[in-house]
């Protein structure tokens, strides 16, 4: 028997760090970011589909289901059909969503020759513009009548201004009265406080942009002895208002029309040598057409 002692043999396990867990978690992250971005497409269509398309595609992913109807002629072996009646449907094509748009309403045209919706809106529309002009003119007037009113270097002028609207639009009348008249007897020279009063309408209708239209009138007096006659006369005086109105700062563009009407158009018919017949007319011209009273 041997005296020798068996070895002792230490075996040292080195345990390991952090090890790999594995790749699951991933896994559920796609199914997690899948389902949410199912979610999100869920919820757009909801919002950008309209009833019938969202029952289309409600059809297309609803589970096939056998239809009770038989179209063949039955029995065994008898040709029974799964499908519903109608037209044959293809087994392998694709399934798709099938929408119907609804033919156009009559009297409900898109288009601009149509004598239907179309038309009413342009005459609603064409209605609110001339309120519109209608409310600036008589903004306009007010303004006139105020800055008189305001200005004791025109203090008596209110009667000899007229301010009216006509079809054409808003009329602003200078008229002679027997104490005041715009020109000298027989001249075309405007006194200063007529040109002070153009001053203070310009002032009122500067922001406008209507056009305007200058006429003189005279009375039925006219001329002995001479080729000079109230259309001269009534002309001239036109065409100084005209200037006058360029100095008080009219701008030259908006003047569209200047004419002399002689005493053709008496503002006192059955006494045509009235002072107040000889007048100046301007008038702001409407922009929009006159419409029936039932479209306004």
Do not use: C
């Amino acid at each position: 028997m041997s005296d020798e002692v068996a070895p002792i043999i230490v075996k040292k396990i080195k345990k390991g760090g952090h090890g790999h867990h594995g790749g699951a978690w991933k896994v559920a992250y796609a199914d997690f970011v899948t389902a949410m971005m199912a979610f999100f497409l869920l919820l757009w269509l909801l919002n950008v589909t309209d009833a019938v398309q969202k029952k289309g595609i409600s059809d297309y992913f609803a589970p096939t289901v056998a239809s009770s109807s038989e179209s063949g002629s039955g029995g065994v072996l008898g040709g029974t059909s799964m499908q519903t009646d109608g037209a044959m449907k293809s087994n392998t094509g694709t399934p798709a969503v099938v929408t119907s748009i609804s033919p156009p309403e009559e009297g409900k045209k898109d288009d601009a020759d149509g004598d239907g919706q179309s038309e009413i809106d342009e005459e609603e529309f064409l209605a609110r513009l001339a309120a519109l002009e209608e409310a600036s003119f008589e903004d306009a007037r007010d303004q006139i009548r105020q800055a008189i009113a305001d200005d004791s270097d025109l203090a008596g002028l209110e009667d000899n201004i007229i301010i009216d609207m006509t079809p054409e639009g808003l009329r602003i009348q200078i008229v002679d009265q027997y104490d005041e008249s715009m020109f000298p007897a027989g001249g075309t020279t405007i006194r200063p406080r007529i040109k002070r009063l153009f001053g203070k309408i310009v002032k009122s209708i500067e922001k406008m942009p209507n056009g305007l239209s200058i006429s003189g009138h005279t009375d039925s007096s006219g001329f002995t002895g001479s080729d000079y006659t109230n259309w001269e006369l009534s002309s001239d005086r036109a065409n100084s208002s005209r200037r006058a109105l360029l100095e008080v700062g009219l701008d030259p563009e908006r003047i569209q029309r200047v004419s002399g009407k002689a005493d053709t158009e008496p503002m006192i018919e059955d006494d045509p040598s009235n002072p107040t017949n000889r007048r100046i007319s301007l008038i702001l011209l409407r922009e929009t057409p006159v419409l029936p009273s039932n479209l306004k």
